[in-house]
């Protein structure tokens, strides 16, 4: 081919929408090495993606418009913009999002010619399997069968593309188990908050019970561009590592720092009478939550997820948890700025209460162990202490 022919090739244009996010930023690293252009759709600027040299659109899933603008000569549409939400005080939000703005997606990409779409969905729209039976993708999803707003939208959402997906618009749809490694810039990961809430020695504790299926959040992306070149269309994709328990988790970090493991475990019911003492914590710092009553509730279901789909058509090879938990620790300590908040808070609590919350944190946990009577007098106890506390210092959260 001469020089002249070649320069007349077209570079692939690729969009990601949810680029800000802790998987869109992955998947835009992952883009940035590869031939073509990339292409970023924004709610606000980012300055963490100027070091890629992405084209930049401002819009939002929830704004048609917006999306026509964006995938305007786009080759694949990589849909990962999504509301997480554990807490269940989202549910309008979450629907109008992760449903409304997946159609809103579908709908401007066959507009605009579009021929590949990838779809992030989720495990979590899959109903739980009892005991540790393989759990594998459906063929169809049916919002009916789940509890919560964030497992409904996604199964609604995921039931759309399969529909959707056709000649002139070919939609994988993937589904990661729970994201961890490197790079969450925003601090949104609820995982990665609790590795470092470990690394500063705040969470002092393990769980007697529960677990999960982790990924390292670059094999997902990886995973997501492998759909795009090689998934079937309408078909889905389990996109997942190791199951580690709790227990298991935090004995791998424990490992990496060269520490013990921590002594004292707790139980699924003192866990669940903590939980406001917890949140109230958690939202002081300003930090994504982390054990809620939906959260505890859902490590205890069966999370025996299999990627043998993903690796037969997509050749997808997931890191495990531990290499990947290697890599998340170093990312953590060489942006310290990302515990500062953590720092601060306790820093500020020691000094303005009589007794130090955390100590008390602890004492409480460790005569939860026990489940003696006064438990839940000096949860609230604490939880009342520190609201007050907050409330004198005039924090906004």
Not at 16 to 41: I, K, N, Q
Not at 185 to 195: E, F, L
Request: hydrophobic share 35%; net charge neutral; charged share 30%.
């Amino acid at each position: 081919m001469k020089k002249s022919d070649k320069s007349a090739v077209k570079e692939p244009v690729s969009v990601v929408t949810g680029a800000r996010g802790y998987v869109g930023f992955a998947l835009v690293s992952e883009l940035s090495r590869r031939p073509g252009t990339v292409r970023a759709l924004l709610r606000r600027d980012s300055k963490e993606l100027d070091e890629f040299g992405v084209e930049k659109v401002m819009g939002d899933v929830t704004d048609y418009g917006s999306l026509e603008k964006a995938f305007d000569g786009a080759d694949t549409v990589y849909h990962v913009a999504g509301i997480v939400d554990i807490e269940g005080t989202k549910d309008r939000l979450v629907w109008a999002v992760n449903y409304e703005g997946t159609k809103n997606v579908v709908t401007a990409c066959k507009k605009c010619g579009v021929k590949n779409l990838v779809f992030v969905s989720s495990v979590d729209c899959i109903p739980p399997l009892k005991g540790n039976a393989p759990i594998r993708e459906l063929s169809s999803y049916d919002p009916s069968k789940l509890s919560d707003a964030y497992g409904k939208s996604k199964a609604a959402a995921t039931q759309y593309c399969i529909e959707q997906s056709d000649e002139n618009l070919k939609i994988c749809i993937v589904q990661p188990s729970c994201c961890i490694g490197p790079d969450d810039n925003n601090g949104t990961n609820s995982v990665c908050t609790m590795i470092q809430l470990y690394l500063s020695g705040l969470f002092p504790v393990t769980l007697r019970f529960g677990g999960y299926n982790f990924v390292d959040v670059r094999d997902v992306a990886k995973g997501m561009i492998s759909a795009a070149e090689k998934g079937r269309g309408g078909e889905c994709y389990f996109l997942c590592g190791d199951r580690l328990s709790v227990d298991e988790f935090i004995r791998t970090l424990a490992k990496i720092e060269g520490k013990n493991p921590p002594k004292i475990a707790l139980s699924k019911s003192v866990l669940l009478k903590l939980c406001p003492m917890i949140e109230v914590l958690f939202k002081a710092a300003k930090l994504p939550p982390v054990l809620t009553p939906f959260s505890i509730n859902k490590i205890c279901e069966n999370c025996n997820f299999s990627y043998e789909k993903a690796a037969k058509e997509l050749g997808y090879k997931p890191m495990s948890a531990e290499d990947s938990l290697r890599d998340t620790v170093k990312w953590i300590k060489d942006h310290p700025q990302n515990t500062k908040s953590i720092d601060e808070l306790a820093k500020n609590i020691e000094e303005s209460m009589e007794e130090s919350f955390y100590k008390e944190l602890k004492k409480a946990g460790t005569e939860a162990l026990e489940l003696n009577s006064e438990l839940e007098e000096k949860v609230a106890e604490n939880s009342m202490k520190l609201k007050e506390y907050i409330a004198s210092r005039k924090w906004r959260y």
